[in-house]
């Protein structure tokens, strides 16, 4: 059974850091993409990061740029999402997703359960 499953949310003080993991099973991973994705109450689902299925290519949201970093490891099935300097605006439901295929920017036809982010003091 194909499954995407997230962990590492949690509560976390503004300029703290989580590290997120998603952890495939069911398919093999190696052959797609995986991107992350994040929700907040009341707001539209965006787009955080991506990564192509060999690592060598990634792209982030403009609010993340250098703050966070997408990484992947295929012989644990497994995606991260690091991120540093989290501030109030970060708060949401991280989602990761499977790509339909090997690169970034294609449909997405599997998704994760989510993982509650939130940024407070």
């Known amino acids: 059974q194909l499954q995407l499953v997230e962990s590492g949310g949690g509560l976390v003080q503004p300029g703290g850091s989580l590290r997120l993991s998603c952890a495939a099973s069911?398919?093999?991973?190696?052959?797609?993409?995986i991107g992350w994705f994040r929700q907040a109450p009341g707001k539209e689902r965006e787009g955080v990061s991506c990564?192509?299925?060999?690592?060598?290519?990634?792209n982030y949201a403009d609010s993340v740029k250098g703050r966070f970093t997408i990484s992947r490891d295929n012989a644990k099935d497994t995606v991260y999402l690091q991120m540093n300097s989290l501030k109030p605006e970060d708060t949401a439901t991280y989602y990761c997703?499977?790509?339909?295929?090997?690169?970034?920017?294609?449909?997405?036809?599997?998704w994760g359960q989510g993982t509650q982010v939130t940024v407070s003091s």
């Open positions: 997703a499977r790509s339909s295929g090997y690169v970034c920017g294609l449909e997405y036809d599997y």
């Open positions: 990564i192509s299925s060999s690592g060598g290519s990634t």
């Open positions: 069911g398919f093999t991973l190696d052959y797609y993409a």
